[in-house]
């Protein structure tokens, strides 16, 4: 038999709609791909500035830097100082703005999967008879409406950028540093 509480004011069940999570960020799969090609970029041009870095230092000893160029693909073999210094200041300022795009896409991929939770939950509570009120605590209603999803929003936002993150800087800085110096690398690799 079906308890007073747990019938919808149409007499019914209440819908089972749980979803798996991954089904919520179906819709924003373009904007997910936006976000970490701009974090890509992100990280592409912060692990350039340490070797723009490295070949001002050989600039100014007037000897050459280790391993090749960064300005290379761009056609330039021996960069002057007020080169790198350019390519530095334009590194760091592209940089800058691919952090802030990758974080207002991914941002905003959070907060419509907490906007699309939020509107499930507040479809299926008004659906619910006033017995499932009357039996139920406001407090957890609430608590639930609010608290609950400003989490999932931060999971799916936030945590989501920084685990993102963490994998991409882990994968492009791997072959960079056994190509620098693979003896050091794997030392280092395994502590």
């Known amino acids: 038999s079906i308890s007073s509480q747990n019938v919808t004011v149409l007499g019914e069940r209440p819908a089972n709609r749980s979803r798996a999570f991954v089904q919520l960020f179906l819709p924003h799969t373009g904007a997910l791909i936006g976000g970490l090609c701009w974090l890509a970029l992100t990280n592409a041009l912060l692990l350039a500035i340490p070797r723009l870095v490295n070949e001002g230092i050989a600039a100014v000893e007037g000897t050459q830097a280790r391993g090749p160029s960064v300005l290379a693909p761009l056609g330039v073999e021996h960069a002057t100082l007020a ?15 691919a952090r802030v795009m990758s974080r207002i896409v991914l941002f905003n991929v959070g907060r419509d999967v907490e906007r699309a939770l939020r509107s499930d939950l507040f479809a299926h509570l008004s659906t619910m008879s006033p017995t499932y009120y009357r039996a139920s605590s406001i407090g957890d209603l609430m608590s639930r409406l609010t608290n609950d999803m400003g989490n999932v929003r931060l999971m799916a936002g936030f945590a989501l950028l920084n685990a993102l993150n963490g994998v991409m800087v882990f994968i492009a800085n791997i072959p960079l540093i056994l190509h620098l110096d693979m003896n050091v690398a794997v030392l280092a690799l395994l502590r």
Do not use: D, Q, T
């Open 83 to 97: 080169l790198i210094v350019g390519a530095i200041a334009l590194s760091a300022a592209v940089g800058a703005v």
